[in-house]
């Protein structure tokens, strides 16, 4: 889940958690010379030059919530040698995963053989040049017929070149939740547009002033409303070039809406997981439009949103999309080192966290990216009682509606919109005015990270 399924990681620095695995991540017996695991060999069956396979312990990084993963892998496999390190899981752009993979290249010693990551941008990075990181899956190591059962597009955030590097754990798709006792009690109807949810702001601030229909105080802001206005400010082109175009008419009338409606005093600025969001508006969530784990991160984590409360509504969409497209917020992704000297044991491990119901359907906290424990999954949470009529229908069309046209690059866009954007929000300026600054910053970062910019 955001970053993120996409529950938020906890505040940990990123200097505690290196001298955390430092101290915890014994040395992988996969160590081989930097180069060797990244240079194609000729016949091999992966598609890049294994290290040498030889028995030992499975060494798996995780961060706290994809635990139960790890642990249900163990449970089922009880022969199963694994060595379970718990870390950030690259959470809110720590770059630890990168740092770490920096000292382990220089030492030419102790990569981790499977990760997890609550981003999806490894692959940006960790997939080039002749120290490159992670394997290729779609070369031979991962069954065909398991990379054909991830739901469509779900892989695509991590495909680079042609190549698919990781196995998606969940989808993050931005629908529209609602509390339906309230917006009954109201006598509103549910928006189907961003236009229709913009009026619906209106009414709202005019007629039962307090009452929230979003929120914007989250790093991810951008990724259910720029994202979801197909807003050009983040389009990788490829391996080393993205096009930004943060002032495009798209993304300034996903700006003028949150504007708004901040303005009205009907969507939040502050966290949602802050310390004063549930505290003092917490009982005035009339909606919210959010991810997928919003239903039990937000609703009955955060907010304990009495049962028979919540709803799920469509994705909103701009009135002249066509078809509809959403935002993402997350939905996180598992990775095979192509230094493992344990190829076969990573493979199974993957392949069964990702798509087996002792895991995905039974404990994931958020919407598998695998087809057919997706569809189990939300019949499970269809048939809790918690939710106030279907959610499966709107949850699973928005799974194929996220737009494509928001790129993963190896830098975080949610630390260049929380440096940039948010401060200048907080000090009472609009989105609309702050879009030059955010361009600007994507620009910068983006060429820090080696990136060709177009504008």
């Known amino acids: ?9 906890p505040a940990i620095t990123a200097a505690a958690v290196l001298i955390a695995l430092t101290a915890c991540a014994p040395p992988s017996p996969s160590g081989t010379a930097k180069t060797a695991a990244a240079t194609p060999a000729a016949g091999s069956p ?28 163990q449970a089922a496999h009880p022969d199963a040698q694994l060595d379970i390190v718990t870390y950030d899981g690259n959470a809110n752009g720590s770059n630890t995963l990168k740092t770490k993979v920096q000292l382990f290249n220089r030492a030419g010693d102790g990569w981790p053989d499977v990760v997890f990551t609550t981003d999806n941008n490894t692959a940006s990075w960790a997939s080039q040049g002749d120290d490159a990181f992670v394997a290729p899956l779609d070369k031979g190591l991962i069954d065909q017929s398991t990379l054909s059962g991830f739901a469509k597009g779900a892989l695509d955030v991590c495909t680079v070149g042609g190549s698919v590097y990781c196995l998606r754990n969940d989808l993050a798709q931005v629908v529209l939740w609602y509390n339906k006792k309230l917006l009954d009690k109201f006598g509103y109807e549910l928006p189907k547009t961003w236009e229709d949810y ?5 009414k709202v601030a005019a007629e039962h002033p307090g009452y929230l229909i979003g929120t914007a105080g989250d790093a991810w802001a951008p990724e259910i409303y720029m994202w979801g206005a197909q807003c050009p400010a983040n ?3 490829a391996a080393k070039a993205i096009t930004v175009k943060a002032t495009d008419p798209a993304c300034v009338r996903a700006a003028k809406l949150i504007d708004t409606l901040v303005a009205g005093k009907t969507m939040s600025m502050l966290p949602l997981f802050g310390p004063d969001f549930a505290k003092n508006q917490g009982d005035k969530v009339l909606m919210l439009p959010g991810p997928a784990w919003y239903g039990g991160a937000v609703f009955q984590g955060t907010l304990k949103t009495p049962k028979g409360e919540l709803a799920v509504g469509d994705a909103l969409h701009w009135a002249d999309q066509s078809p509809p497209v959403t935002g993402n917020v997350g939905g996180g992704a598992w990775w095979i080192s192509r230094h493992s000297a344990r190829l ?4 199974d491990f993957v392949t069964w966290v990702t798509t087996a119901d002792a895991y995905q359907v039974e404990k994931s906290p958020g919407y598998p990216a695998h087809s057919a424990a997706a569809a189990k999954w939300i019949a499970k949470q269809q048939d809790s009682g918690y939710y106030a009529g279907d959610i499966a229908a709107p949850i699973t069309a928005a799974a194929g509606q996220v737009w494509p046209g928001w790129g993963s690059p190896e830098f975080s866009q949610e630390a260049v919109w929380a440096k940039t954007v948010i401060p200048g929000q907080t000090a009472g300026k609009t989105v609309e005015s702050l879009l030059p600054e955010w361009q600007t910053a994507i620009e910068q970062q983006a060429q820090v990270s080696g990136y060709q910019v177009t504008k």
């Open 46 to 73: 992966y598609g890049f030059a294994p290290a040498p396979q030889q028995a030992g312990k499975l060494v798996v990084w995780v961060d706290s919530t994809r635990l139960d993963a790890a642990k249900a892998y």
């Open 235 to 237: 389009q990788v082109t």
């Open 1 to 9: 889940m955001r970053r993120r399924s996409h529950v938020p990681a």
């Open 198 to 202: 913009q009026a619906l702001g209106a």
């Open 344 to 347: 076969d044991a990573a493979k």
